[in-house]
């Protein structure tokens, strides 16, 4: 199967370009974001060599849903999506942080409370809590925004007393993450799923938030299978997951966590095929709908004339 690995378009007034680990991001004039999510894969903060077909398609079309189910919350970046991969939207100016919001105990907060920290990001936790229970409310705890390394916890306190987030701009930042929260709880729910725990980032444009980049995705959220949840919890069992934990696991399996020295395993056509079998599977059960295939004969050429015809149109 087809994939898209990298793209190196040149578009009319194209005055900056940037390469993340998944998405290509082309600026327009100063003025649009075009974000192709490409089919690279990354885990352990490392790109696998081999991408993965649909993959791109899939977490492009699910965050497209989701800001499209949460605008009536808050206004969103995005202003046109004209091809299953790409969305342009307005340029923003990003917060240094990243609204994280919890309403288990799993994953990155289980560790900490695990090593005996009652206090996560300035955010009191009761004791006699197991991994994956659900939290008495949910929680923000947010991140900064590194431009380089992994992000880091951080307090409200200290984001208002460093002066990254002025308190009213905190305030309503809050406020849009706990009702776009229940928003997506809603919705997973009646998927059969859970949403556990996630992140948005925000922006502001002409003194408006906007809430920006993807959301409610597998690669930014984690979800749990609500059926069996009480007694997997209850026989002290480890909870079915929908996320991207398949890939992390194969990889360890096979000897490769992203330390130094370590080799990424052989990708064979059939463990790609796998994966993107995966990633389909996981947009069915999260958006509730049939994933239809977009063409892949010729990717670059459908996006750059799909892209070319909606910057004509902005």
Same mark, same amino acid.
């Given at each position: 199967?087809?994939?898209?690995?990298?793209?190196?378009?040149?578009?009319?007034?194209?005055?900056?370009?940037?390469?993340?680990?998944?998405?290509?991001?082309?600026?327009?004039?100063?003025k649009l974001m075009v974000m192709i999510v490409?089919?690279?894969?990354?885990?352990?903060?490392?790109?696998?060599?081999?991408?993965?077909?649909?993959?791109?398609?899939?977490?492009?079309?699910?965050?497209?849903?989701?800001?499209?189910?949460?605008?009536?919350?808050?206004?969103?970046?995005?202003?046109?999506?004209?091809?299953?991969?790409?969305?342009?939207?307005?340029?923003?100016?990003?917060?240094?942080?990243?609204?994280?919001?919890?309403?288990?105990?799993? &994953? /990155?907060?289980?560790?900490?409370?695990?090593?005996?920290?009652?206090?996560?990001?300035? #955010? =009191? %936790?009761? !004791?006699?809590? @197991?991994?994956?229970?659900?939290?008495?409310?949910?929680?923000?705890?947010?991140?900064?925004?590194?431009?380089? &390394? /992994?992000?880091?916890?951080?307090?409200?306190?200290?984001?208002?007393?460093?002066?990254? #987030? =002025? %308190?009213? !701009?905190?305030? @309503?930042?809050?406020?849009?993450?706990?009702?776009?929260?229940?928003?997506?709880?809603?919705?997973?729910?009646?998927?059969?799923?859970?949403?556990?725990?996630?992140?948005?980032?925000f922006g502001k444009a002409d003194g408006v938030?906007?809430?920006?980049?993807?959301?409610?995705?597998?690669?930014?959220?984690?979800?749990?299978?609500?059926?069996?949840?009480?007694?997997?919890?209850?026989?002290?069992?480890?909870?079915?997951?929908?996320?991207?934990?398949?890939?992390?696991?194969?990889?360890?399996?096979?000897?490769?966590?992203?330390?130094?020295?370590?080799?990424?395993?052989?990708?064979?056509?059939?463990?790609?095929?796998?994966?993107?079998?995966?990633?389909?599977?996981?947009?069915?059960?999260?958006?509730?709908?049939?994933?239809?295939?977009?063409?892949?004969?010729?990717?670059?050429?459908?996006?750059?004339?799909?892209?070319?015809?909606?910057?004509?149109?902005?």
């Open positions: 199967m087809k994939a898209l690995k990298e793209t190196h378009f040149d578009f009319p007034n194209q005055s900056n370009f940037y390469k993340g680990k998944v998405r290509d991001v082309y600026t327009i004039a100063d490409s089919d690279r894969i990354s885990a352990f903060d490392v790109v696998l060599p081999e991408p993965i077909p649909f993959k791109g398609q899939v977490l492009n079309q699910i965050a497209a849903k989701f800001l499209s189910a949460t605008q009536d919350i808050v206004p969103n970046w995005v202003l046109d999506v004209p091809d299953p991969m790409v969305t342009i939207g307005r340029i923003c100016e990003p917060f240094k942080v990243e609204m994280v919001i919890r309403g288990y105990l799993a &994953g /990155h907060a289980w560790r900490e409370y695990n090593v005996g920290k009652r206090s996560i990001c300035g #955010v =009191s %936790l009761p !004791d006699g809590l @197991k991994e994956n229970d659900k939290l008495p409310q949910p929680i923000i705890t947010p991140t900064t925004k590194a431009s380089v &390394g /992994h992000d880091e916890d951080i307090s409200k306190e200290d984001i208002l007393a460093k002066g990254i #987030v =002025s %308190l009213t !701009d905190y305030e @309503k930042l809050e406020e849009y993450t706990f009702a776009i929260y229940q928003r997506g709880t809603e919705i997973a729910a009646k998927s059969g799923l859970i949403l556990v725990d996630t992140k948005y980032e938030i906007y809430l920006i980049d993807e959301i409610h995705t597998p690669d930014s959220s984690r979800y749990f299978y609500a059926e069996g949840y009480d007694d997997r919890q209850k026989n002290n069992e480890p909870q079915k997951q929908l996320s991207k934990e398949f890939v992390r696991k194969w990889l360890i399996g096979n000897g490769f966590q992203g330390k130094d020295g370590q080799e990424v395993p052989m990708m064979t056509p059939e463990i790609i095929n796998s994966i993107s079998d995966r990633y389909i599977e996981l947009y069915e059960k999260i958006v509730g709908e049939k994933f239809v295939k977009a063409d892949a004969d010729s990717i670059s050429s459908r996006i750059e004339t799909n892209v070319l015809n909606a910057i004509e149109r902005l």
